[in-house]
């Protein structure tokens, strides 16, 4: 289900910002567009709270059980089994606060569920990064050729797109998820996939990604090209590279930033479902998604196993959402009231002015 | 625009070929078809695995096996010759007929689901955009964004518990304690007062009122068990049908308009009066009848509203027309609801009515509102597990396009003009931002083809996601080739066809042959 | 030897009978009484099945599917049926079948009078005739390596058996038919109808129309005039055989119900009545059918609920009255939970095994030995068994299941008595500060066995041993088997309950499934004797110095029996659990709504 919705996001980007828009306007001057950005991100309350639960959880996940063989602060690993305590019941308590030995609980065979959660926060944290990473550069560049050059590059670029997009993503998980199960002595890459599953995976997902960007940066850049900037720098003598990276990406690199994050919110709950179909991540490593597949039988009977990996997607997902919410809003020109209260008390003209606020009729608001 | 079109369907036709071949390889090498005999004691192994091979054609080349494949599947081109022949599963089946199967299982789980989410999502979102950062806007947004970060299958494991067995458990003995009511109430009228908006006095005068209505409903309901027996009646739909009255003349002509107001009403008094005239007709309904009659009610509200005439006669017909369609709803909803004990007390119910699993309750016998009210009670929790789940992006994108063109200079201008914001909304701004929206709908439709793959597991509706998802498991090729061209081909027309009905919605869009 | 070996099959059936007693008798309450007490005759009952129906003949390879076989057992009926004992049942109101006479053995098989099809046709010998060609292989002279020849019939039962017969002769009461062996066969009373099969299946009438033959009269004599296969001399195939074989073989492959009746008939005590593809097959009584035991409801309802939580909630809702979800502790917890449900726990024939290659790191016996030490059975089961089945005890044996009569015996014997606890010291001292490393390789997408795994290797490593983890995905891991690419591996056996066939086929020195190069002089010349030995005793005799030799070696060890879960609403009487695949299908006649 989270594919789809991805794919929708963009194409409700592009065709929203499709050719004809107004030019955007700057409503602070003295600023710079990235000041203004900045500015109007921080302004705004969800965004921010989700930024500080991403990081908390980032942070959290990766030093708790540690990365890279670095060891983490926490006892256990995600390997580890140990006896039982209290069949396996949280021991963290709130009255009195306690964080005791497994403050999650333990699966069947004694593996700390903490530590599980924690190795999995972090798979699907890579996963997720490295989908929007690979997404966003590669939708960056075939979106912004096929947009620049037009011509025979497009053409190719673009039907290569149409090609890989209608691929359904489930069955190209299904053979990495092969490939990465799969140890053949002799290949070099087999054998790299198997300690890495979750890096392949990722990869590969993101190789499939990146389509829906892709277009959408070729929607971008072809309104952008024919911009009288555009035309003043190639006048000038800038280079097709110049042209590119220096004058059209930086005006395209909003709706870039808001789709990737878009794209990387629903990676996670792309892993989750694989995982639940049995194509994603392998015992005995472990994922989010992968918890939770495993443990929805223990629903009912040892709920731990299933709240707990199962709260940790939804903040992921939830902050990411509204960092890329508080993103799209900051990147938008047009949108002028960007927070409420500051609106209502700084802004005051501005919210005299807003549309939206006329047909509210809601002056206490 | 015939040669932009024949090259479109030129283009499509490669793509999909490339595409196919690709998907081909990609199945046959996604594992050992052979891996669950080849772990097997059995004594006759070689022999089970011999035939294996010889039905999935395993000593062929994967990719001269594809072409085998295409030389079938191009027959399916010829109309009407049934030679189409996309090959057999593993299981002996053969795709065509396995296909035919699959495809009425998903049209019927995701059909509703998708209508439904695509017209909540609309309107929450132009709601939201509308009322920009207030309370009901974050509030939706959170829910949104919570419902899209939950996993699915999670969301229906919790349906079933609880709008199912539970559900169905509180049927046994619908009575609903005192402090329940009061707290449902308590909730609604908190969450109504939060989302009104306003001065803090209106929005507890709201509350309030929400608070005492819904609390005493509860408990009406309780005390003449209600959900054993309900039903609306002749009052509750002359009530509402001027409450449909008025919002219809509001949303679409304006509360101004007088004589739409007036031909609103009169459908509703007529539709009263034949609630009363239509029951013993509805008895032998069919789907047929429904649809005719549904079609005649429609045209008495039209009619109505042409003889109310007005200075827009236009707008009275089309009022009328739409609360003459919303009425008959009513009462078609009526009569379901009278059908209800006699489906409830059905020897196939057992008195279990909301079912965990499937399309339809297995040989059950009634007529059209008992086996309409079995579709119901089937497909009503999977419906809103899909629709809780793909809520967000039609809420999300409606806020943004409608936002968008809100801050456009023709919507200035329509104010400027003096026009009603009624008819700066519903005329300009809402109808330009359903434009984009045709995109996505459009994009859907393939996804929907594709099948909701675990909203059909967890629901046991064996529907395309399952036919597919089955032939990976045993790499088998043929099924996933079915349903990806299916899917393949759905997406492709349509998006051609978004793209043409753009072009006719969007006056900037040209198409270049 | 006036008993022969049916005395044998009986007596083993009753040990067997006495310990699977045991076991139920010692689940726990929860088990519900067997007898059928308080039934009434008629009603309805919604059974939950994991797959879609498909076809209408479970013989075939492609149709052997759990939910065809079990829609054909309540809708066909045979000579035999086994119990939830496993014992074998006659079914003499069907038919009668006598051993006339030991050496060549020869079986006689006469069907009653009066047994017929749901379109009236009598039941004769051309069915058997039939179901013999297609259970034979008789035809058969493909050869899958030279690529030469034809496989007729596609059938997925085991051909060993009645291939050992020569064309049978037929009664001319048209109504029996004789079958000669040229070799002892141990399981003759199986040999006609493999299990979870109804037994006389298809009806020759229709296949011999629908393959555009004349008559049933005509089917019978081509099936006369050709001569036994010959993989070695392959001739051009015979097209009259190869249209019926291949009407028998996927002729009623269909998961809608065809227009055409004939294609589903019914000789059993259930007919279907309506098929909805991919939800659910309705079967309503037979009313002719007095040939066997006499059913009580007047319908069943299959209905396919794939995974398992849906298939507890759908019982729970009441849609489903008899479920069978894959074993967890989960699930039977959930199950126990619920009021007004019997569970239903038993054992499966499978077990996991750990098996450890006779190479590499593992190929010095005290390796081996140090390594079996470290692996905590118990703590396995504890882990893995014990929350689903409280009895659960490690498996002591390598060729026998506790149900087997064989199996305390031989546990006891067998040396199993040495890995009982985990011995890291003992260990230790065999290393002798030696560190190995073992890479393990086990089926990832299996919970049980990535659990064992890591309880193995949490173990192993205390003393010395280097796990590697060699874990495969569930399409790769099998055909990785015996490639030599691990040292250790953890996979599960299906033990047939009956026979000896498989032994070999694992242990012997280059059998067909012996993937870690076990070979043992011994070993060897003890299966040699048992493939030829008929007597029963002798048998387990011979198996048991078998099993005794295999863990001398330090083979590996057996893990754990797989854990059975069924559960059926406390409105229905009359359904109890069974090991093999029948599953409680095995007395659909006792079900009955209270």
Redesign the interface.
């Known amino acids: 289900?989270s594919q789809?919705?991805q794919?929708?996001?963009i194409?409700?980007?592009q065709?929203?910002r499709?050719?004809?828009d107004?030019p955007p306007e700057h409503e602070s001057s003295g600023l710079s567009q990235g000041q203004i950005v900045r500015k109007r991100f921080f302004g705004h309350t969800?965004a921010l709270i989700g930024l500080a639960v991403f990081a908390l959880i980032f942070i959290l996940a990766f030093t708790s059980v540690g990365v890279a063989g670095i060891p983490g602060w926490w006892k256990y690993n995600h390997?580890?089994?140990s006896p039982?305590v209290g069949d396996g019941a949280p021991t963290a308590g709130l009255v009195p606060p306690a964080w005791g030995e497994h403050p999650f609980g333990q699966d069947?065979?004694?593996?700390d569920l903490f530590a599980m959660t924690m190795r999995g926060a972090q798979q699907s944290i890579t996963i997720m990064i490295l989908i929007g990473a690979i997404a966003g550069i590669l939708g960056a560049v075939i979106g912004g050729l096929a947009g620049y050059f037009r011509g025979w590059v497009e053409a190719v670029l673009m039907?290569i797109t149409?090609?890989?997009i209608?691929?359904?993503v489930?069955?190209?998980a299904?053979?990495v998820?092969?490939i990465?199960?799969?140890?053949d002595?002799g290949s070099m890459f087999a054998a790299f996939a198997n300690a890495n599953g979750i890096l392949v995976l990722g990869v590969f997902l993101g190789l499939v990604s990146w389509v829906g960007l892709a277009r959408l940066v070729r929607g971008e850049f072809l309104t952008l090209r024919e911009r009288e900037f555009v035309d003043a720098a190639r006048i000038s003598g800038a280079s097709n590279a110049r042209i590119i990276f220096k004058h059209i990406l930086p005006n395209a690199v909003g709706v870039l930033i808001v789709n990737v994050t878009l794209t990387m919110?629903a990676a996670i709950?792309l892993e989750?479902?694989l995982s639940?179909?049995?194509?994603g991540v392998?015992?005995?490593d472990t994922s989010l998604?992968l918890l939770?597949?495993?443990?929805?039988?223990?629903?009912?009977?040892?709920p731990w196993l299933?709240w707990f990996p199962?709260l940790f997607?939804?903040l992921i997902?939830?902050s990411i959402?509204?960092i890329g919410?508080g993103l799209?809003d900051a990147f938008?020109p047009?949108?002028k009231?960007f927070?409420?209260k500051k609106?209502s008390d700084a802004n005051a003209p501005a919210v005299e002015k807003s549309?939206?606020t006329?047909?509210?009729g809601?002056k206490?608001? | 625009m015939v040669t932009y079109i024949v090259r479109r369907l030129v283009t499509a036709a490669l793509i999909l070929l490339g595409a196919s071949f690709l998907v081909y390889l990609l199945t046959a090498s996604s594992g050992d078809p052979l891996a669950d005999l080849r772990a097997s004691n059995a004594p006759n192994k070689q022999q089970l695995m011999n035939a294996r091979t010889e039905l999935l054609d395993l000593d062929t080349p994967a990719p001269i096996r594809y072409f085998k494949w295409l030389a079938g599947a191009a027959q399916c081109l010829v109309p009407f010759a049934g030679t189409c022949d996309l090959g057999k599963s593993v299981s002996g089946q053969p795709i065509t007929e396995a296909l035919g199967i699959a495809l009425v299982q998903t049209l019927t789980l995701v059909t509703g689901a998708t209508i439904l989410a695509i017209l909540i999502g609309i309107s929450l979102g132009i709601v939201t955009a509308l009322r920009q950062y207030s309370a009901l806007d974050y509030g939706v947004t959170f829910m949104a964004f919570l419902f899209f970060s939950l996993p699915i299958f999670w969301v229906a494991v919790l349906l079933k518990e609880y709008g199912a067995i539970g559900f169905n458990d509180f049927l046994r003995n619908p009575e609903i304690p005192l402090p329940t009511a009061l707290g449902v109430g308590a909730v609604a009228g908190l969450l109504v007062a939060v989302a009104v908006g306003g001065e803090l006095r209106r929005r507890l005068i709201t509350g309030g009122a929400v608070f005492a209505a819904v609390t005493l409903i509860l408990i009406y309901f309780s005390a003449t068990q209600w959900f054993k027996t309900p039903g609306l009646g002749p009052v509750v739909i002359a009530v509402a049908g001027a409450g449909i009255a008025v919002a219809v003349t509001v949303l679409v002509a304006g509360l101004r308009n007088r004589r739409a107001l007036q031909s609103s009403l009169i459908v509703v008094a007529l539709g009263v009066i034949a609630y009363f005239a239509v029951q013993p007709l509805l008895d032998q309904a069919t789907a047929l009848m429904i649809a005719l009659l549904g079609l005649a009610t429609v045209l008495v509200g039209v009619a109505v509203g042409y003889f109310m005439g007005g200075y827009d006669r236009g707008q009275s017909m089309r009022v009328a027309g739409i609360t003459a369609f919303l009425v008959g709803g009513l009462v078609v909803m009526d009569r379901f609801m009278q059908a209800w004990p006699s489906y409830f007390s059905n020897s196939r119910v057992r008195g279990r009515p909301i079912a965990t699993i499937g399309a339809g309750t297995p040989n059950i016998e009634g007529d059209f509102w008992v086996l309409g009210t079995d579709t119901f009670t089937h497909l009503i929790l999977p419906t809103i597990a899909l629709i809780l789940v793909s809520l967000a992006s039609y809420t999300r994108f409606t806020r943004s396009s409608m936002l968008e063109i809100m801050n456009m200079d023709y919507i200035r201008t329509a104010r400027a003009k003096g026009l009603s914001e009624r008819s700066v909304i519903m005329g300009h701004a809402f109808r330009n931002a359903l434009i984009p929206i045709a995109t996505i709908v459009a994009f859907d439709i393939g996804a929907l083809i594709g099948g909701a793959v675990i909203t059909e597991s967890v629901f046991s509706v064996r529907g395309m996601g399952f036919l597919f998802l089955d032939g990976i498991t045993h790499i088998d090729p043929n099924p996933v080739m079915g349903v990806f061209v299916c899917v393949a081909v759905t997406a492709m027309v349509f998006n051609l066809i978004a793209d043409l009905a753009y072009s006719a919605l969007d006056p900037r869009v040209r198409i270049k042959a | 030897m006036r008993f022969g070996r049916i005395s044998q099959a009986v007596g083993v059936a009753a040990a067997a009978a006495l310990a699977l007693s045991a076991c139920a008798g010692t689940s726990g309450g929860s088990t519900s009484s067997t007898a059928a007490a308080g039934g009434q005759q008629g009603g309805s009952v919604a059974v939950a099945e994991t797959n879609g129906f498909s076809s209408f003949n479970p013989g075939t390879a492609d149709g052997n599917s759990d939910v065809n076989g079990h829609i054909g057992y309540a809708t066909h009926s045979s000579f035999i049926y086994i119990d939830d004992k496993l014992n074998i049942v006659r079914n003499e109101k069907f038919g009668k079948y006598e051993k006339v006479s030991d050496n060549p053995l020869t079986v006689k098989y006469t069907v009653n009078e009066g047994v017929k099809w749901s379109d009236g046709t009598q039941v004769s010998a051309a069915d058997l005739l039939l179901s013999w060609a297609s259970g034979s292989g008789y035809y058969d002279d493909a050869d899958a390596e030279a690529k030469t020849g034809t496989t007729y019939f596609k059938t997925a039962a085991d051909t060993s058996g009645l291939n050992l017969t020569d064309f049978p002769e037929l009664g001319s009461d048209g109504r029996s038919l004789t079958l000669k062996y040229s070799k002892p066969y141990a399981d003759w009373e199986l040999a006609y109808s493999f299990p979870g099969n109804g037994g006389v299946d298809i009806p020759a009438h229709v296949v011999a129309k629908q393959a555009g033959l004349k008559d049933t009269q005509a089917l019978v004599d081509l099936l006369k005039g050709l001569k036994r296969g010959d993989s070695k001399a392959p001739k051009p195939e015979d097209a009259s055989l190869k249209a019926v074989a291949d009407f028998w073989s996927t002729g009623f492959e269909s998961k809608t119900l065809p227009s055409d009746p004939s294609l589903y008939l019914s000789n059993g005590p259930y007919i279907i009545k309506s098929v909805v593809p991919e939800q659910s097959v309705t079967l309503v009584r037979n009313k002719d059918y007095n040939w066997g035991p006499s059913p009580k409801l007047d319908e069943i309802v299959v209905r396919t609920i794939g995974a398992a939580p849906a298939q507890v909630q759908a019982l729970k809702n009441g849609e489903v009255d008899i479920i069978n979800p894959q074993a967890s502790a989960d699930t039977v917890e959930q199950l126990k939970a619920l009021t007004g449900v019997n569970l239903l726990l038993g054992n499966q024939l499978s077990y996991d095994h750990l098996d450890l290659n006779f190479s590499g790191p593992l190929a010095e016996k005290n390796v081996r030995e140090a390594f079996l030490k470290t692996v905590p059975r118990k703590d396995i089961v504890d882990k893995i068994i014990k929350k689903i089945d409280p009895q659960a005890k490690p498996l002591d044996s390598q060729i026998f299941v506790p149900a087997q009569a064989a199996y305390a015996d031989s546990a006891a014997k067998n040396g199993s008595s040495m890995y009982q606890d985990v011995d890291v010291d003992g260990a230790k001292k065999l290393l002798n500060g030696a560190t190995p490393e073992i890479r393990i390789m086990y089926n990832k997408d299996n919970p049980n066995r990535v659990d064992a795994y890591s309880l193995i290797r949490e173990s192993a490593t205390k003393a010395g041993f280097k796990i590697v983890d060699g874990g495969l995905g569930k399409a790769d891991w099998s055909s990785s088997l015996g490639d030599g690419s691990y040292d250790a591996t953890i996979f599960g056996w299906i033990n047939s309950g009956v026979g000896v066939s498989g032994t070999p086929q694992i242990f012997k020195t280059g059998g067909g499934s012996n993937y870690n190069g076990f070979s043992d002089a011994d070993a060897d010349k003890a299966m040699d004797e048992l493939i030829v030995t008929t007597d029963k005793a002798k048998q387990d005799e011979l198996q048991t110095k078998i099993d005794a030799t295999i863990w001398k070696s330090a083979y590996g060890v057996p893990l754990f029996q797989s854990p059975d879960v069924k559960a059926s609403s406390d409105q229905i009487s009359g359904v109890t659990a069974m090991p093999n695949q029948t599953g409680v299908w095995w007395n659909v006649w006792d079900w009955s709504r209270k």
Do not use: H, W
């Open positions: 289900m789809p919705t794919e929708e996001e194409l409700a980007q065709a929203v499709g050719p004809g107004a969800g390997l580890d089994v039982l069947r065979i004694g593996r039907r149409d090609v890989i209608i691929i359904p489930l069955l190209l299904a053979v998820a092969q990465a199960g799969r140890r002595e919110s709950l989750t479902a639940y179909l049995g194509v392998k015992s005995p998604g939770i597949s495993q443990n929805q039988e223990a629903f009912a009977t040892r299933f199962g997607i939804v997902c939830l959402n509204f919410d799209r938008d047009r949108q009231k927070n409420a609106a549309a939206a006329a047909f509210d809601t206490g608001d």
